[in-house]
């Protein structure tokens, strides 16, 4: 009796260290895959350095809002259509 439970101590054992040594290799293998993908980003990122295609020196586009006065003016110009 106490063998029994004994053998299946030991097999519900080994089951959680294979379990934790899989986890590790998927962990491992993401791991190495997240390093490579990194090492190629840092290339992009050097490769636009070098080339000139930074994004230094650009700003996002400034959208200007019209006054009153300004649609009142378009407006009577013939610039705008009524709806």
């Known amino acids: 009796m106490e063998e029994q ?3 299946e101590a030991d097999k519900e054992a080994n089951n959680l260290i294979d379990d934790a040594n899989k986890s590790a290799e998927r962990l491992e293998k993401a791991n190495a895959e ?3 993908l ?3 980003e840092e290339k992009l990122f050097a490769l636009r350095k070098l080339g000139g295609r930074s994004e230094a020196g650009q700003a996002p586009e400034i959208i200007k809002e019209e006054t009153p ?3 009142a003016n378009k407006l009577m110009n013939g610039l705008i259509a009524l709806k």
Do not use: C, F, G
Request: cysteine-free.
């Open 38 to 40: 990194l090492e190629r």
């Open 69 to 71: 006065r300004e649609y």
């Open 34 to 36: 997240h390093k490579a």
């Open 5 to 7: 439970i004994i053998k």
